[in-house]
């Protein structure tokens, strides 16, 4: 690592931890030692610790003598009094001694302790681990529950409609219809539900019926409770699912799915017109597998849905599995808390990889032109997944599906990310494979030649006008609001777009299109900046 490299660190990002310590720095005495930094920045996956640089932004360079000529007996007493095998490095920099101390992450599923308390950096201190950190530490080294033996379960307490999914599942997954005829006991072998004669939780999960469910696992239940509105107490509906998990999700869904709760919405394409669910059947079934399979039964709470005309909230126990974040969750591969289970519904069809239900779920919501899953609530105790109902861009969901339907070869997730965060006028950030990808087929390109600014190709404003219904003005039944987002969704994809061009763009007229230009400056969602002649509409501190 270079010494400019090192000066553009950021604390919390990257872990680090500047201190000048121009002569000296204590080794464990107090928290602010090398010991408590030491032993806090382990516990939130490794990072650096670095003397010679100023603690203020921005870092400057201002020497230390600190445990110079000592290095290596100093990696010698850290592994000695806290069992971590950190590594040191000497840069100098006109003269300037900077010492780095790479320290590396803590042991899976271990927290470490400096004066018998697990720390952590908040800010400048150096604090008592929360609740939250500590549980999500701990559980990285919980052990498969689903492959233990559930005590007293028999082959009688198995749900006889269950078995026949399973077996009707593994013989298609298999590609063997033979599969089909084979006696249980060999299914239960070949999946491992059943060791030396006993049946594990995974087969309770998988094919239990309600009552040996309620006897041996009461918390493997989901709860779905429907409200009209988010101010509601009493719910309007609930509905309590005890199942075998082979025909839960079955049941589950058509309690969602129900008219009056899922209804349709409508996208119009000239004379076409689109209906799409509120909530997408594969998106909701995927999310409710992940509950139920990637939940910790050490909790007592049941899988929760709560259920709104807008929304849909599912909330399970026992946060993200080990490794995973709200920020990692569609690139990594995670190690799933009941392995045992999550291979048996591999094996069978039912999901696909660890992880790709996930993938699903983003990827479908992009086709929708709904806002993306939201984990946002998530945290140690528990993972909130949220999914919304509202369709942002009619023209948008036109847009992606028709270029999705024209391909052999479709535009995976991480490229539908990159078209919706173009159409959102983001142009910064964003993965250079999927940019030269769609640039290349001329699917973004530059607002201006040789501009940093991305926009969408030509296609999408022309799918503008038709889903907005915008043709001369206010007519065919479009309403104010239409015409209004209209007119701010080509503002935030065209800055320094004039009234002119506007009106070339929508096919309105001048008049109209100044109209509600006043309108969304009124609202200070808008902005004109420079001369009338050359200046332009931007969004409101953009």
Same mark, same amino acid.
């Given at each position: ?324 974040? !709200?920020?990692?969750? /569609? %690139?990594?591969?995670?190690? $799933?808390? @009941? &392995?045992? =289970? ?96 769609? !640039?290349?087929?001329? /699917? %973004?390109?530059?607002?201006? $030649?040789? @501009? &940093?600014? =991305? ?88």
């Amino acid at each position: 690592m270079t010494i400019q490299e090192l000066i553009h660190l950021r604390e919390s990002e990257d872990k680090v931890e500047f201190k000048q310590a121009k002569t000296q720095f204590a080794y464990n005495s107090g928290r602010k030692s090398v010991l408590g930094y030491v032993s806090a920045i382990a516990n939130e996956g490794g990072g650096y610790l670095v003397f010679g640089i100023k603690e203020a932004s921005p870092h400057e360079v201002c020497g230390s003598l600190a445990f110079e000529g000592k290095e290596g007996k100093l990696e010698q007493d850290v592994y000695r009094d806290l069992k971590v095998r950190i590594k040191t490095e000497t840069l100098f920099d006109d003269g300037k001694r900077i010492l780095i101390i790479k320290i590396p992450s803590r042991p899976v599923g271990k927290v470490l302790y400096f004066e018998d308390v697990p720390l952590m950096r908040v800010g400048e201190s150096l604090t008592r681990m929360s609740d939250e950190m500590y549980l999500s530490i701990i559980q990285e080294q919980e052990p498969d529950f689903s492959e233990k033996i559930c005590e007293g379960l028999t082959f009688e307490d198995l749900d006889r409609e269950a078995i026949e999914v399973m077996k009707e599942r593994y013989a298609k997954k298999q590609e063997n219809p033979a599969f089909r005829m084979l006696p249980d006991m060999q299914v239960f072998i070949d999946l491992e539900l059943v060791q030396n004669g006993k049946l594990n939780y995974a087969a309770l999960l998988l094919l239990g019926t309600r009552k040996a469910l309620r006897q041996y696992l009461p918390n493997a239940a989901v709860t779905v409770e429907y409200r009209l509105n988010h101010s509601m107490i009493p719910y309007t509906a609930r509905q309590e699912f005890q199942e075998p998990l082979f025909t839960l999700i079955d049941k589950i869904w058509a309690y969602i799915n129900q008219p009056a709760s899922n209804p349709l919405l409508h996208i119009r394409d000239k004379f076409n017109i689109y209906d799409i669910k509120s909530f997408n059947e594969e998106v909701v079934r995927e999310a409710i597998i992940n509950a139920c399979v990637h939940r910790s039964y050490k909790f007592s709470d049941d899988v929760f849905i709560k259920q709104y005309p807008d929304e849909l909230i599912i909330t399970n126990a026992g946060g993200f599995p080990s490794g995973v974040s !709200q920020e990692n969750i /569609l %690139i990594i591969n995670s190690r $799933p808390r @009941s &392995k045992r =289970l999550t291979e048996v519904l591999q094996k069978t069809g039912f999901i696909e990889r660890s992880g790709q239900g996930v993938d699903k779920m983003f990827y479908l919501c992009l086709m929708e032109s709904k806002p993306l899953p939201d984990f946002s609530h998530t945290d140690a105790t528990q993972v909130d997944l949220r999914l919304k109902a509202k369709i942002i861009d009619n023209a948008f969901y036109l847009f992606v599906n028709k270029i999705q339907g024209d391909r052999m070869d479709k535009l995976n997730v991480f490229d539908l990310l990159t078209l919706d965060r173009v159409r959102q006028g983001i142009s910064t950030d964003l993965p250079e494979l999927s940019v030269a990808k769609l !640039q290349r087929e001329g /699917l %973004i390109k530059p607002q201006k $030649p040789k @501009s &940093k600014k =991305l926009i969408l190709c030509d296609l999408y404003y022309d799918l503008i006008k038709q889903s907005g219904g915008v043709s001369g003005g206010v007519s065919g039944g479009v309403s104010v609001s239409d015409i209004e987002k209209t007119i701010f969704e080509v503002i935030r994809n065209n800055d320094n777009i004039n009234t002119k061009q506007i009106s070339e763009l929508l096919n309105m007229p001048l008049r109209t299109v100044e109209r509600y230009l006043a309108k969304l400056k009124a609202e200070n969602l808008i902005e004109f900046r420079g001369i009338p002649k050359t200046g332009g509409y931007y969004l409101k501190n953009r």
